[in-house]
């Protein structure tokens, strides 16, 4: 059976390799950067899954880097990072990003991450070309093709986290409801929201970065305050 592959690019040679023993562990094919332009040229010549990469670099950092592989890839990214801010966290998810973990953390909740995304990822990605009846929601400017995850606003093509996927698909296949941050948070990450924070947020504003004409005057994703969101028919 063919190993999945993690980059994992962290300038602290104890926590990558803290991580690397985990997730081989786990087994998982592990691939470590100590910069930004090592884990670049791991990416270029290997078949990378999924990017755990910490925020705090020298030369590039890990924001920046995160940018850049979004303008090309959706490839699920963790960042880590030794700030607990919110204004932190939302910056780090606001670059792209589909989590977050805060140093120190726990080995096994990182890896739990792990798989968390990448069963997502798989999800929204499959492997197999076979032809398979089209399941579409038409609905507010709005065309969201469950198979090959693909996502038509206002006739042009926009590309989805598999994160940011999984929202803008619970709030268009449930037209009018009306979705607390914490229904959202449970139901797209599969765990219970214990704190108030501002991840459900971020990424509903990157979706409408991407999906709305006027990001600031959102006509697909209304927010009902005191609420939540939804998508109207």
């Not at 926590?15 to 950067?33: N, P, T």
């Not at 032809?131 to 065309?143: F, G």
Request: overall charge negative; aromatic content about 8%.
């Amino acid at each position: 059976m063919e190993q999945t592959s993690i980059l994992v690019v962290d300038d602290d040679r104890e926590i990558a390799e803290l991580v690397e023993i985990h997730l081989i562990g786990d087994g998982y094919q592990v691939f470590k950067a100590f910069n930004a332009k090592e884990g670049f040229e791991i990416l270029k010549r290997e078949d990378i899954k999924l990017i755990i990469l910490d925020i705090m670099m020298p030369g590039t950092d890990g924001l920046s880097m995160c940018k850049t592989i979004r303008e090309t890839s959706t490839i699920p990214i963790i960042m880590l990072s030794a700030k607990s801010a919110d204004l932190d966290k939302i910056i780090g998810l606001g670059t792209g990003a589909d989590d977050y973990v805060i140093k120190p953390f726990n080995p096994l909740e990182l890896t739990a991450r792990v798989k968390s995304q990448l069963r997502r990822f798989t999800k929204f990605n499959p492997s197999s070309h076979e032809d398979k009846p089209d399941k579409e929601i038409a609905i507010n400017h709005l065309v969201i093709n469950r198979e090959d995850h693909r996502v038509i606003a206002y006739d042009r093509e926009v590309k989805l986290t598999p994160i940011e996927f999984d929202i803008l698909y619970l709030l268009a296949s449930n037209p009018g409801r009306v979705f607390s941050t914490d229904e959202i948070f449970e139901r797209v990450w599969n765990e219970k929201m214990y704190e108030a924070n501002n991840t459900v947020m971020v990424h509903i504003r990157r979706l409408r970065e991407k999906i709305e004409m006027d990001s600031r005057n959102a006509q697909i994703i209304k927010t009902v305050w005191g609420v939540g969101y939804k998508i109207e028919k």
